[in-house]
């Protein structure tokens, strides 16, 4: 079960890696105002999803403890940002707003990850 709850935890971090890749690749744009929610950031975010929802059951089935604040937290900032993500996909150029919202919210999911023990 380890070796399982290890490659949904790598599968997690794949997501983590497209979905702020794909805010990076667009910063240039961004500060020109022409960013884009491209097709790699809605990927990155769903894949987020799938895999910390199996990451959760994978580690209550195998009786480790879960911290439930913590990733009800996890959850709400990735739902934000899926739902960002979802809804401005197809506009040729995003606010300044919500485009930094993206980054900003992917990067606090990552530390409430690291740093909530």
């Known amino acids: 079960m380890d070796?399982?709850?290890?490659?949904?935890?790598?599968?997690?971090?794949?997501?983590?890696?497209a979905l702020l890749g794909g805010?990076?690749?667009?910063?240039?744009?961004?500060?020109?105002?022409?960013a884009r929610m491209i097709p790699v950031m809605l990927h990155g975010a769903l894949t987020m999803l799938v895999t910390g929802v199996a990451l959760v059951?994978?580690?209550?089935?195998?009786?480790?403890?879960?911290?439930?604040?913590?990733i009800g937290v996890k959850l709400a900032l990735?739902?934000?940002?899926?739902?960002?993500?979802?809804?401005?996909?197809d506009e040729e150029k995003v606010g300044?707003?919500?485009f930094g919202a993206v980054g900003a919210l992917t990067t606090a999911n990552i530390f409430?990850?690291?740093?909530?023990?």
Do not use: C, M, P
């Open 57 to 70: 059951g994978l580690n209550q089935a195998d009786d480790n403890s879960v911290n439930t604040v913590k």
């Open 23 to 34: 805010f990076f690749s667009q910063l240039k744009a961004a500060r020109a105002g022409e």
């Open 78 to 89: 990735l739902v934000v940002i899926l739902g960002l993500v979802y809804v401005k996909r």
């Open 96 to 98: 300044s707003a919500a």
């Open 3 to 17: 070796v399982l709850i290890h490659v949904f935890v790598g599968l997690h971090v794949v997501g983590i890696g």
């Open 112 to 117: 409430i990850a690291v740093l909530w023990t």
